[in-house]
């Protein structure tokens, strides 16, 4: 099914076996699309919807996002989407990711740094992001403390010039390039 377009009207499941998902009708019979985009078909959660390819604002579980900490607080944090599965988005939708289970008094995350997340669900109106894999969590942050570059430095990130010391959730691509980028760093 993937890289595939389905046309307005085009059968994309079997009402027996999914329920219509975003942007998708049934027909008493068969979930048809009911706009131009690629199919989506979630056999755990039994939807088959249609991904708007020009409106892809709105990050799906699985999907891996990169985006900007807005807010935090003492269980989870905010993130400003800036891209879903490598695509920009501009729309501004933000995610939320508990940190609940997070070691403890750690820094998980600053306003301002630049995160990779993947998305996995959308509950009670909110979309929830993970980040308990190598790949994900910061990608780009600053000092806590006078706010200049830091480097990886044990489980944590060392400030070059004060030497301040903070524990993160690192992302295996920590220090990418295009990371820095993006924060306008
Ligand atoms: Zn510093």
Redesign the pocket.
Known sequence: MAGQISMPGDRIAYIEEYVPGRNTFDDGDAVRAAVVGSPVIDREQRTASIRDPKGLTVPDAGDTIVGTVAAVMSTMFAVAIKFINGRPITSGVECICSTRSMRRNAVVALPNDVVVLKIASHLNGAIHAKMDEPELGILFTK?R??G?RVITSRDGVK?V??G?FDERKLSSAFGDARAVELAGG
């Open positions: 000092c403390k006078c200049l400030c010039e004060c301040w």
